[in-house]
Structure formats: structure tokens, C-alpha cells
């Protein structure tokens, strides 16, 4: 499906993330009532899902999705796919159809369409539910303009950019009834539900110290001016962020799934404090028991070297404080995961090691009475099941808005490289306006206009 190439100013001018609909210029979104709420009478069973973002983690997403969504209890399929780099669109256009090919030899394959806007695929009536993937700057404009248009969510984290974004999120998922996901899987993995549900039974005693660790970023990026790709919407991929000259380290390779630069790019990303921070973090804050709160103080150090386009932080340590004292360590280093420190034991489980003190602490089982955490074997199942459901998933819009408050927060001390004091309910520092200053920031114009 080819469709005309938009323009930056035009989208800026037509894009607002109020609490109203999100403007989508010449293109009206109708009032839609999805499938999935007319029950076995409707005219398809099958839920119907776009992929919004088709590059290193959207084609993870995307083949989550095509796999779990053969499962008896979600039946869902891909039907749409998007990109602003056309190549990328057409590949998973491809993907798709082979999967389905491969795997319903039995049964039509469904109909692929693909999109250059967003928009245009949210306009769709047909369509469900979406999964986002795309640079960590256009979060929040693509989901809220998903959930105005009806649709449920599959975001990858972080959930969004900013604070500001987060709550304009929440706020629009909970206005139109839809369900949303956020990527933190590892909710959805055993190992990581065990630590939290023994810490949360006290079987480490009192908590008084959680300690996460983080990847380091690395590595230069080249500056140099580039032309454009025919293939690539450059403008439309800045979006509403400042006009800057195409480089490829700035955008993603033109050949291959590598890693992209904009993780990079402090003004696409916020780096490992957000990249890697909203896992681990999340993590924290489920052990805890602070999904709907979080620190009163934080502190952080980190170092910026000149490393040519990339700007984000490198190594860096924070030290915040929870209401109720238990202290919050963050540092870069190796492996990833997080450690819960009581006084009667530890635990420190990551993605790939699950260590505790002393050692049967893993083996006890939970007894009746006591608290068990929400449990879900597979993220995107998780997601799909509750598309049908209408139950909050594992990790709902506020959630992810919670764990990544508390990266935004020690980012923000990092660069301030101070101790700041945060307020969890008003979600505003206290008396520390220069900090209060870079919360409000907001280079994305679309919230202005």
C-alpha cells in the first residue's frame, strides 16, 4: 500500500496531546468499537493487531505477537505494519506473510497492509490493539494517539520520555477504557516473580537496602552529515524534537537490526537509566511494594564524556531513600539485576542468575494466607489474553509510568549531580525549582500547540 510522505511542520501544527482527541490533521478518526467487545457474535473472532515500528525491537514484538497470538486463548493476528524507514516496513510486511504461510497452511493467510503514518493504521476500525516500538521520543505521541483511537497497547519501554508524557498517558488509557502493556517482561518471568513474592513475605526479614545495577553504555557516535535515505522519512522520524542534519549514527543502520544511535541521544533517549533502568527499576519497585509511589529522595553522579553524536550518560551512581527508609543504590556495571538486602538474608536475581542468602531462601514455598503477586508465564500472552478479558494486564499504564518516574527522577539528579527531594503523589520536587525546571522541559512541541 503506498501512501503520501508527511511533513514534519504539518504534523507539529495538527498534533496535541491534550485531554481531548489527538488531532490527526486530514485524517478524521471515527468513532470505533473494536471487535474484541462484540463477543462470539462478532463478525471475526480473531483479534486484529498493527505494528507500529518495525525496526530492532518491533520485529521482536511483532513475532511475540504472531506466536502467542496462535494460542487457543488469544487468536489474534498481525494484519498491519508500520515504519517510517520503508524498507523496514516492507521487511516485516514479509516476515509476516511468511509466518503465516509457514504456520496457517491450513487457512487463508491474512491480508498484510503496510504504513508510512501511524495514523492512518490507528484510522483502521478493524484493528484492536497495536504494539509500539518505536525511538523512546515518540512513545507517548503514538500511544495516546492509540488510545484515543480505541486501541489496546503493547508499549515497549520506557513508557514514555518524560514525566509529563507518562501522565497524559494514564490519563488517556484510563479515559477510553483501553488496555495497556508495558514491555517490562521481566514481570512475566519466574525467577524475577520469586524474588519480589519472597521479598514481599518478608523472608529476608525487614527490607533495608535495594541495589540495582545497570548496563554502561559505550562507544562513539560519527556526526558527520549524511543524505537522507529515499527509503527513510527523516523528517517525520524527528518528529517533535529539534531540526538536526541526518547522520545514520543519529537514526539506525540502513542495513541490518543493529543497535541504533538514537539509544545514544539525549534528546531520543535518556540512555541506560531509562533503557535498561525501567527493567531493573521496575523490578525494585514490585519488591518493594511500590507500584502506585516511589523515592522521596534521590542523589546521582554521572559522567558525560565526549563521545562525539552520542551524549547520554555513561557510568553513574544514585542513592534515594523510600518513605519508609529502605535505601535505593543504583550503579553501572555487570551483570544486570537487582539485590534485596534484609536483615535476615539477600537476594540478587537477574536475567540470567538467581543467587540468594542463605540458599533454601528460593525453596520456601508461599503458604496459604500470604501475598501472591499477579502472575503471567508470557508478556505479550499476558497482553492478549487481557485484550479479551478486559482485565488490567501485568504491568499496566500506571505501572510503567511509576518505574520510569524513577529513572526520569535520578537522571535528573545525575545531571544536576545533587541531592533532590521528590513528593510520589504530586509527582513535583520539592523546593528545588532549577529541578522542577528540567521536569517541566519540554522539547516536543506537540504538547504546546
Known amino acids: 500500500m503506498s501512501v503520501k510522505r508527511l511533513d514534519r511542520r504539518q504534523f507539529l501544527k495538527s498534533s496535541a496531546l491534550s485531554a481531548g482527541a489527538v488531532s490527526a490533521g486530514a485524517l478524521a478518526v ?49 494484519v498491519a505494519v508500520c515504519d517510517l524507514d520503508r524498507l523496514r516496513a516492507e521487511h516485516a510486511k514479509q516476515e509476516v506473510d511468511r509466518f503465516y504461510r509457514e504456520r496457517l497452511s491450513d487457512q487463508p493467510s491474512p491480508a498484510v497492509a503496510v504504513y508510512e503514518d501511524y495514523r492512518e493504521l490507528l484510522a483502521r476500525d478493524d484493528i484492536d490493539g497495536v504494539t509500539i516500538s518505536t525511538p523512546d521520543h515518540w512513545h507517548a505521541l503514538n500511544a ?66 535495594i541495589r540495582v545495577t545497570l548496563p554502561t553504555d559505550r562507544g562513539t557516535g560519527d556526526p558527520i552529515t549524511m543524505k537522507v535515505p529515499a527509503n527513510l522519512n527523516y523528517e517525520m522520524w ?64 554521572g559522567e558525560f564524556p565526549d563521545r562525539g553524536l552520542f551524549d547520554v550518560h555513561t557510568s553513574f551512581h544514585a542513592e534515594g531513600r523510600y518513605a ?50 499477579y502472575e503471567s508465564n508470557n508478556h505479550m500472552l499476558n497482553f492478549l489474553e487481557c485484550m479479551r478479558s478486559r482485565d488490567n494486564p501485568i504491568c499496566p499504564v500506571e505501572v510503567g509510568h511509576r518505574s ?19 513528593d510520589p503523589q504530586a509527582e513535583r520536587f520539592l523546593d528545588d525549582e532549577s529541578a522542577n525546571a528540567l521536569l517541566d522541559y519540554e522539547h516536543r512541541v506537540p504538547w504546546k500547540v
Open 30 to 78: 471515527p468513532a470505533i468499537v473494536p471487535s474484541r467487545v462484540l463477543g462470539k457474535n462478532a463478525p471475526s473472532n480473531t483479534l486484529q493487531l498493527g505494528c507500529i515500528g518495525t525496526g530492532r525491537m518491533g520485529h521482536g514484538d511483532m513475532n511475540a505477537c504472531m506466536s502467542q497470538g496462535l494460542a487457543s486463548s488469544a487468536q489474534a493476528r498481525v
Open 144 to 209: 495516546v494517539a492509540a488510545a484515543n483511537a480505541g486501541k489496546d497497547i503493547y508499549l515497549q519501554k520506557p513508557l514514555t520520555y518524560s514525566i509529563a508524557e507518562g501522565q497524559k498517558l494514564v490519563a488517556a488509557v484510563r479515559r477510553n477504557n483501553v488496555v495497556l502493556q508495558t514491555g517490562s517482561q521481566q514481570r512475566s518471568d519466574t525467577n524475577f516473580r520469586k524474588a519480589c513474592q519472597l521479598v514481599r513475605n518478608g523472608r529476608l526479614g525487614k527490607l533495608h537496602t
Open 238 to 301: 524527528l518528529g517533535p524534537t529539534q531540526s538536526m542534519p541526518y547522520t545514520q549514527d543519529r537514526v539506525h543502520p540502513q542495513e541490518g537490526f543493529g543497535r541504533p544511535g538514537w539509544l545514544q541521544i539525549e534528546s531520543y533517549c535518556r540512555g541506560m537509566i531509562t533503557g535498561w533502568g525501567a527493567h531493573m527499576f521496575d523490578t525494585a519497585q514490585w519488591g518493594h511494594g511500590s507500584d502506585d509511589t516511589g523515592p522521596i529522595e534521590m542523589e546521582a553522579t
Open 324 to 373: 519508609d527508609g529502605v535505601r535505593l543504590i543504583a550503579t553501572s556495571g555487570s551483570p544486570a539485576g537487582v539485590r534485596f538486602d534484609g536483615d535476615a538474608g539477600w537476594i540478587d536475581v537477574g536475567r540470567s542468575h538467581f543467587k540468594a542468602e542463605p540458599s533454601d531462601v528460593a525453596d520456601q514455598p508461599i503458604g496459604k494466607g500470604e501475598l501472591r503477586l
Open 404 to 422: 520510569n518516574s524513577v529513572c526520569v527522577i535520578t537522571h535528573i539528579a545525575m545531571k544536576l549531580g545533587r541531592k533532590l527531594r521528590w
